[in-house]
């Protein structure tokens, strides 16, 4: 039996939608209104052990700088409005469920989700949203 690729949206714009793969890693763009096709997981051909280091890849720590300076100017222009303790926490739960949550941060965009990380997470800040909008 062939497994398919399980593909999660993890970037969109006007064109297009980028996919990936949470099995093999496997990167599919397509156009925006284009759902992507079945095409066979290639998880069978990665080492079980490498397959979770594929999924943990984090951002370097140049793009973790770049994402955390864009998203604190914006908090700063936009008045710097908190979230609720309670969107705080439905935040926290949502990243901790998701596939691109590593343990520690966002494998995404590199943001710290932690309890611990107050003030300086996108949890905390109410004008931040998920890179792969799920909040």
């Known amino acids: 039996m062939i497994d398919f690729c399980n593909f999660i949206l993890v970037e969109s714009n006007k064109k297009e ?33 490498f397959r979770h280091k594929i999924q943990s ?5 140049f793009v973790k700088a770049i994402n955390f300076t864009q998203a604190l100017f914006k908090h700063v222009l936009s008045g710097g409005e908190r979230t609720s303790p309670k969107e705080r926490n439905r935040r926290l739960e949502i990243c901790k ?14 943001c710290p989700i932690t309890a611990q990380a107050k003030l ?16």
């Not at 890849?57 to 720590?61: E, F, M």
């Not at 998701?98 to 343990?103: A, S, T, V, Y």
């Not at 300086?120 to 890179?131: E, M, R, T, V």
Request: aromatic share 8%; glycine share 2%.
């Open 57 to 61: 890849r984090s951002p370097s720590i």
């Open 97 to 110: 469920s998701c596939e691109m949550f590593d343990g520690y941060s966002c494998t995404k965009c590199g």
């Open 120 to 135: 300086i997470s996108k949890l905390d800040w109410a004008n931040q949203h998920c890179p792969i909008e799920k909040w």
């Open 17 to 49: 939608n980028k996919y990936l793969c949470k099995d093999c890693d496997y990167v599919l763009t397509t156009p925006k209104n284009v759902e992507p096709p079945p095409i066979p997981c290639r998880k069978h051909l990665i080492p079980k052990n």
